[in-house]
T-cell receptor
Framework: ETGVTQTPRHLVMGMTNKKSLKCEQH?????MYWYKQSAKKPLELMFV???????ENNSVPSRFSPECPNSSHLFLHLHTLQPEDSALYLC???????????????FGQGTRLTVV | AQKITQTQPGMFVQEKEAVTLDCTYD???????LFWYKQPSSGEMIFLIY??????QNATEGRYSLNFQKARKSANLVISASQLGDSAMYFC?????????????FGPGTRLSVLP
């Protein structure tokens, strides 16, 4: 139990579908992250939320839309995805300030997404 | 520019032997943290060990130790007495004090296979 829970664990969706990934943490962290992990690429940081405000958006296509309604929850809304978007999507959380540089990011178990 | 470099896409080690996984990093921030994670085939990211930029001694955690050479900007992971369960992907990551330490940047990873 890492303290970060992602649902669903597996998702198969068509290119015209709309779905959402959910991430929840009750570790008291104020930063939450979405990462994408494809088979042949390194872990890619997609979005960072700190104190419920988006502070990083690494040129992610608009078909991915994040939402952070409170410090414990993070969503990734998906629509009109492409087959190349198939990947493992990992959520993570951490304390977000210079005094916690020594604190690791805690990861969820990921959602394995397949776009057909 | 790549901030974290792991030059070994794959490594093999005999069970019970030691192995070193390489990591070099690039930063101009004097304050940063370095992390190693293990990712088994199940996909979860497991935190292994941390090294701070101001730490005078190399970090150790059980069978894991970090060979930290600050001037060379390298933070190699040493796994002693390898076990079959150590077979996994290993990622080096960095967190910088700028941006309030919000961003964790990961290297491309090294796949370690432990042979019986």
């Amino acid at each position: 139990e890492t303290g970060v829970t992602q649902t669903p664990r597996h998702l198969v969706m068509g290119m015209t579908n709309k779905k959402s990934l959910k991430c929840e943490q009750h570790l008291g962290h104020n930063a939450m992250y979405w990462y994408k992990q494809s088979a042949k690429k390194p872990l890619e940081l997609m979005f960072v939320y700190s104190l419920e405000e988006r502070v990083e958006n690494n040129s992610v296509p608009s078909r991915f839309s994040p939402e952070c309604p409170n410090s414990s929850h993070l969503f990734l809304h998906l629509h009109t995805l492409q087959p190349e978007d198939s990947a493992l999507y990992l959520c993570a959380s951490s304390p977000s300030d210079r005094g916690h540089l020594n604190t690791e990011a805690f990861f969820g178990q990921g959602t394995r997404l397949t776009v057909v | 520019a790549q901030k974290i470099t792991q030059t070994q896409p794959g490594m093999f080690v005999q069970e019970k032997e030691a192995v070193t996984l390489d990591c070099t990093y690039d930063t101009s921030d004097p304050s940063y943290g370095l992390f190693w994670y293990k990712q088994p085939s199940s996909g979860e990211m497991i935190f292994l060990i941390y090294q701070g930029s101001y730490d005078q001694q190399n970090a150790t955690e059980g069978r894991y130790s970090l060979n930290f050479q600050k001037a060379r900007k390298s933070a190699n992971l040493v796994i002693s007495a390898s076990q079959l369960g150590d077979s996994a992907m290993y990622f080096c990551a960095m967190r910088e004090a700028r941006n309030y330490g919000q961003n964790f940047v990961f290297g491309p990873g090294t796949r370690l296979s432990v042979l019986p």
